[in-house]
């Protein structure tokens, strides 16, 4: 049988085929589309134009911001906007008359680190991606941890004083270290900025800040960090965080390893396959 993943990040939406839940047998990305049926539609399109050998027998996929409690759409989103408040599953179930399942894309992300990964043969981790927004999970022992409404790391309140960010923007992490943030704040995408400019240092000791929260919060044995501005060129210097992380703990626990994730843009790929996996198997 074939099964059809998909990731909708807030700049890119990438789409496979798998037919063993081991192996992605074809992929195509493309910039996310800014409303819903633009982007069902192109889709539906990748998924054709890849042909898949077999009949799709399920389709999982992960997209960024908070899910609704049917985990069939966003509720709302700052980026992803145009997608909210409807039902992808309903949409894409129909068209390919097959069972779809959603979760949040970081947490997809952060599952598949756990199984395909950096993460594999850790318990208690937390993945962190850092691109176009900031997003987060706990993984215990290789699956999503449980949670109410979610993980949203990103939007922990950090620039109290608002010394940073100002009376306008919201003192989030998000809006400190994310892409778009950067943006926001130097009028620059991050890919027009040398990695020699002292802000990819400034970044870093933000980022600390933040991890600092999660190793207090989730005690993880590890934290493996993906996204764009940590694996793209340029990024923020992971010797540089662990550097400031360690130094914002000041010795009240022990830093945990800080590593980057394996998987890349197809992390969130990989997760669907192995939610995929725990769901018909």
């Keep these: 049988m074939s099964y059809v993943l998909f990731d909708i990040g807030g700049t890119k939406t990438r789409v496979a085929l798998s037919e063993n839940l081991e192996t992605l047998s074809d992929l195509k990305s493309f910039p996310t589309p800014k409303t819903f049926k633009a982007g069902i539609e192109a889709i539906k399109k990748a998924v054709e134009e890849m042909k898949p050998k077999m009949p799709i027998k399920a389709i ?11 985990k069939s759409g966003i509720d709302n989103d ?31 992300a952060g599952l598949g680190e756990a199984v395909f990964g950096a993460g594999k043969g850790i318990d208690l981790f937390v993945y962190h991606t850092i691109s176009t927004g900031v997003g987060g999970v706990k993984i215990v022992r290789g699956e999503i941890d449980e949670a109410s409404s979610g993980f949203e790391p990103g939007h922990q309140v950090l620039d109290i004083d608002r010394t940073i960010l100002g009376d306008e923007i919201s003192p989030t992490l998000e809006n400190l270290v994310s892409g778009a943030g950067l943006e926001l704040r130097l009028g620059m995408k991050p890919r027009e900025i040398p990695q020699e400019d ?9 980022l600390a800040q933040g991890l600092r929260n999660t190793i207090l919060y989730w005690s993880p044995e590890v934290i493996v960090l993906g996204g764009s501005m940590i694996l793209g060129d340029p990024k923020i210097p992971l010797d540089a965080i662990r550097k400031y992380t360690v130094e914002v703990l000041d010795g009240f626990v022990t830093c945990p390893f800080i590593t980057t994730a ?14 995929l996996k725990g769901k018909i198997e």
């Design 198 to 206: 002292t802000v990819w240092d400034e970044l870093a000791e933000y």
């Design 262 to 275: 394996a998987l890349g843009d197809e992390a969130g790929l990989y997760g669907s396959m192995a939610y």
């Design 78 to 108: 700052a980026i992803l906007s145009g997608w909210a408040r409807s039902s992808i599953t309903d949409a894409l179930g129909k068209h390919f008359k097959t069972k779809v399942y959603l979760e949040n894309d970081t947490a997809l």
């Design 60 to 70: 999982c996929g992960g997209i960024r911001g908070l899910l609704n409690e049917e």
